[in-house]
């Protein structure tokens, strides 16, 4: 039996039981799309992609529908670790090697506007998300440190880039109350955010700029065509245009992207709230964290100060009955200073990845576009991916044929193997961040 990756774990039209969830600013909900309409874009999902991409759309005077199967911010961009990379998800010298020198720097630039517009977007709708500068990235192997470091000073000669520095063993203890780490980098220009805040905000904003947006409206079926035909349970948009904007919670929808965009679970809890001097000897500087495991573990401080600690990934749709104790473990060896710090919440969501860790943009029709496989660096790519979209359709297609060529590859074994082949590659990975 084939499991329905938008029900399988969730209630309908309900956010998970996250702290995120438990302090989202107030919000009202959107009324469920009914009857014929038509529209120049048609918006599929309602995370930062599609929020992003109808928000810029209407301001450029097109008539936008927005339709989200559950409630806006419901997926990945209301349950992820809240971090607001610089960079893609490929290091410089990586990208350097796969697309070339002058590509690599067109990607590093995209780069920054694509933090540049979440601060901008913060800062012009008034959105209030706990919006907070610095991200660590902490190497867990001494022999990784050398890396890190050359990546860094990259960035600061090649690249122009001066708000990264590099951190010792004793530089990172200071920072991050752990002994594990022997090394790493302070990037200034990152950030940390509430998630789901940032998503209610786009929200607000893409309503207030004329968006019609939709919620509990799950898209059975895309005709493609001039119109395309968009239909739900209770009803049919003709649209000029359609944006495909729901990264990990595609499905089967769209046969032409499943290939390259697979769903994989990842895992987040929160502990109850410490005191000031605890949470200031964890991380003393409140900077985001995250390490140099291939299954990365991430973390920081709430504005409560709780610990929000992720870590773990699955490869099943269905996600673990106990997920406290799955994603207690790493944390523990991390700090095991927080052994009898109580979990007051623990959820998980699905995002997506490709192959290469690198965003897929497509073209799937003239007038369908999609962007996803974020790799778990979402908040500020899909932010800039939804504003890229809305360009080209527009008109103005550079930036996005720029991501659109990086070369991309399907996941080996079809949308049927590759969940257990990635499992199988996976397992030699978790053994490899051990050695």
Not at 95 to 113: I, K, N
Not at 284 to 307: E, P, Q
Not at 347 to 376: A, Q
Not at 392 to 413: H, K, N
Request: glycine letters at 10%; a neutral charge; hydrophobic letters at 40%.
């Amino acid at each position: 039996m084939v499991m329905d990756i938008l029900t399988v774990n969730d209630k309908q039209g309900e956010y998970p039981k996250s702290w995120y969830a438990a302090t989202a600013n107030s919000h009202q909900p959107f009324n469920t799309v009914k009857g014929d309409l038509s529209c120049d874009v048609c918006v599929v999902g309602g995370g930062y992609t599609g929020l992003s991409a109808a928000l810029h759309l209407a301001r450029k005077g097109f008539d936008v529908v927005l339709l989200e199967a559950h409630r806006v911010g419901w997926g990945a961009s209301g349950r992820n670790g809240g971090q607001v990379g610089t960079g893609q998800r490929v290091g410089q010298t990586e990208l350097e090697r796969m697309v070339g020198q002058e590509r690599a720097r067109e990607l590093w630039s995209l780069s920054l506007a694509s933090t540049k517009l979440v601060k901008d977007l913060i800062a012009t709708h008034n959105i209030e998300c706990d919006y907070t500068q610095g991200i660590i990235h902490a190497d867990h192997r001494k022999r990784y440190v050398a890396d890190s470091h050359t990546e860094a000073n990259k960035l600061i000669n090649n690249y122009g880039y001066d708000l990264v520095s590099t951190l010792d063993q004793n530089q990172i203890h200071e920072e991050i109350g752990s002994d594990t780490f022997y090394g790493g980098t302070l990037d200034k220009g990152s950030a940390h955010l509430h998630p789901l805040n940032y998503a209610l905000g786009l929200a607000a904003a893409a309503k207030q700029a004329g968006v019609s947006l939709f919620e509990n409206s799950r898209v059975s079926g895309i005709s493609p065509g001039e119109p395309a035909v968009i239909s739900t349970e209770q009803a049919t948009i003709k649209a000029r245009y359609v944006v495909l904007a729901c990264n990990g919670y595609l499905g089967g929808l769209q046969q032409d992207v499943a290939p390259y965009v697979m769903p994989i679970n990842n895992y987040i809890v929160a502990t109850e709230p410490l005191s000031d001097a605890d949470a200031t000897a964890l991380i003393k500087n409140n900077y985001a964290v995250a390490d140099s495991r291939f299954v990365v573990n991430y973390f920081r401080l709430s504005r409560d100060k709780r610990m929000l600690f992720g870590g773990g990934e699955s490869y099943r749709y269905r996600f673990p009955a106990d997920i406290a104790s799955l994603v207690t473990k790493p944390m523990l060896k991390v700090y095991p200073q927080l052994k009898d710090a109580r979990i007051d919440y623990a959820w998980g969501g699905t995002l997506g990845i490709t192959m290469n860790r690198m965003p897929h943009f497509s073209r799937i029709k003239g007038n369908v576009l999609s962007t996803g496989g974020y790799s778990g660096h979402g908040v500020a790519m899909a932010t800039l991916a939804g504003s890229l979209m809305a360009d080209a359709i527009d008109g103005q297609a550079g930036a996005f044929d720029v991501m659109q060529g990086v070369p991309s590859q399907r996941f080996p074994g079809g949308t049927m193997l590759r969940l257990p082949l990635l499992a199988l590659g996976m397992t030699w990975y978790a053994l490899r961040d051990k050695l």
